[in-house]
């Protein structure tokens, strides 16, 4: 019997990323700066980009991208602060892909954007593998998920910017170390920049905020 050896996961994996350049190109073409941010449900995604419009929403041009499963919960959350979204449901997948977001880029008005903000399917592990055409990639990790999180979940933190350690407020209540989930971050990729935050706490928000205007300083 003869065997034929079929690479079909590098093969998805290639065609993707020639998709997400053709996203960055688009992208670069309008002056966007696109953010794919990924974490676990409930790691604190949505909050983080509410609050990111909040702040950035008077001085950027802020288009959103919701990714999920199922459901337009996030997408609703987003209408409020009257920003276009568009709301990208997976079906049974774990995380978007470069067409996906192409798809979704078909009906955002990309004249009239600077930041595009993605939230990612939830999930630690698939999505680290499928480049969207971001300029930047940016995962959060709430100390609710254990202190062991990062080291849990090598891959992703190899591959992103910026490493948000969510819900500092509650550490001790949940008993973790968000100093030891900060030093795990850096371990696995020293050129990562991290950030403790709490919706509770103000001024922690701020580095997040920095960030992206730094980054639509130096991408643009
Ligand atoms: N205590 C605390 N709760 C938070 C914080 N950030 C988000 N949450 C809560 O965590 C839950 C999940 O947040 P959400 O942004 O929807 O997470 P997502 O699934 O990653 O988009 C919500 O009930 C938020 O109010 C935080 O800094 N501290
Ligand atoms: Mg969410």
């Known amino acids: 019997m003869c065997e034929i050896e079929v690479e079909v996961g590098h093969d998805v994996l290639e065609a993707n990323e020639e998709l997400a350049l053709r996203n960055h190109h688009l992208l670069n073409g309008f002056g966007i700066i696109a953010f794919n941010i990924m974490g676990a449900i409930g790691s604190g995604k949505t909050t983080l980009i509410e609050l990111a419009i909040e702040r950035l929403g008077g001085r950027y041009r802020i288009g959103v991208i919701a990714g999920d499963i199922v459901a337009d919960i996030d997408a609703n959350r987003f ?9 990208m449901n997976t079906g049974k997948e774990c995380h978007l892909d470069a067409l996906l977001v192409k798809n979704a880029l078909d009906q955002l008005p990309l004249e009239d954007l600077d930041i595009l903000l993605i939230e990612n399917v ?19 990790v709430s100390v609710s998920e254990g202190d062991d999180i990062v080291e ?40 990562i920049k991290v950030l403790k935050t709490s919706k509770k706490v103000g001024e922690s928000i701020d580095g997040w905020i920095e960030f992206i205007e730094a980054s639509m300083n130096v991408c643009r």
Not at 157 to 180: E, H, M, P, R
Request: hydrophobic share 45%.
């Open 79 to 87: 209408k409020r602060y009257d920003v276009p979204v568009i709301a």
């Open 122 to 140: 939830g999930n630690l592990i698939c999505p680290a593998d499928y480049s969207l055409g971001e300029s930047k990639r940016v995962v959060i």
């Open 152 to 191: 849990k979940h090598p891959m992703i933190f190899k591959t992103c910017d910026l490493a948000i350690v969510n819900k500092v407020d509650i550490s001790d209540a949940v008993g973790a170390d968000a100093d030891k989930m900060v030093s795990d971050a850096l371990r696995l990729n020293p050129s």
